[in-house]
Structures are given as structure tokens and as C-alpha cells.
């Protein structure tokens, strides 16, 4: 998705402690930076899966409100788990979960002359 894609989506408060980040690095400039969203989203980007929301963009935004002791942080969230339908587990084959099948034909007889 690109920047212009996230910004369909409308930010929703997130509670910092559920923030999974994604990221191995931080780059201190970039946190230093007082014009680091210039160019960008103003708002942190997350995806939510499977119940999980992990930051996939503003790592240095949230770890910025976290030094000011804030608890929430304004997100963009794209929910997959809403997208995608939950695949409930199958107690057995059932006529539903079977894909069509062709239908046998029926043997032929052969003439015996």
C-alpha cells in the first residue's frame, strides 16, 4: 500500500501496549528529527492480524509518545482479520466442505456373440 492508499483509512486510538513492532533498528536521527512526518502520514500505520496489531510504519512516532508517557497513540489500522473470513474448524467431512464431484459412468456390458 502506499502512503496515499493509508490515507482511506481513518486513524483510531490504540492502546502503545498493544503495538507489536516490526522493526529490528532504530535510527536515532530520525527519532531526533522534529520534521520526520514532512513527507509522510502523520499517523502510525498497523496491520491487525489474527488478533494481533503489529506496527508496520511510525515506529519512531510511537516510540516518541511512549517517552512522553502517553498510553494511546492515533493509528491507521488495515484489518485483515475483517477482510478475510474466519475458517472455523471442521468436526468431519461434511456435503458442504466436499468439492463436486463428476458423475461415475456406469460400466458398460459387453456383447458376448
Given at each position: 500500500m502506499t502512503t496515499?492508499?493509508?490515507a482511506l483509512i481513518?486513524?483510531?486510538q490504540v492502546r502503545?501496549?498493544?503495538l507489536v513492532t516490526t522493526k529490528r533498528e532504530l535510527a536515532l536521527d530520525a527519532l531526533l528529527a522534529d520534521d520526520s512526518t514532512f513527507y509522510g502520514d502523520l499517523f502510525p500505520?498497523?496491520?491487525q492480524w489474527k488478533g494481533e496489531l503489529y506496527l508496520e510504519d511510525g515506529l519512531h512516532r510511537a516510540l516518541?509518545?511512549?517517552l512522553q508517557q502517553r498510553n494511546v497513540i492515533h493509528?491507521?489500522?488495515l484489518d485483515l482479520d475483517a477482510l478475510m473470513p474466519v475458517a472455523q474448524p471442521a468436526a468431519g467431512p461434511t456435503t458442504e466442505s466436499l468439492p463436486a464431484q463428476p458423475?461415475?459412468?456406469a460400466p458398460q456390458q459387453r456383447d458376448s456373440r
Open positions: 496515499r492508499d493509508w481513518p486513524p483510531r502503545m501496549d498493544t500505520h498497523a496491520v516518541r509518545a511512549a493509528v491507521r489500522v458423475p461415475v459412468p
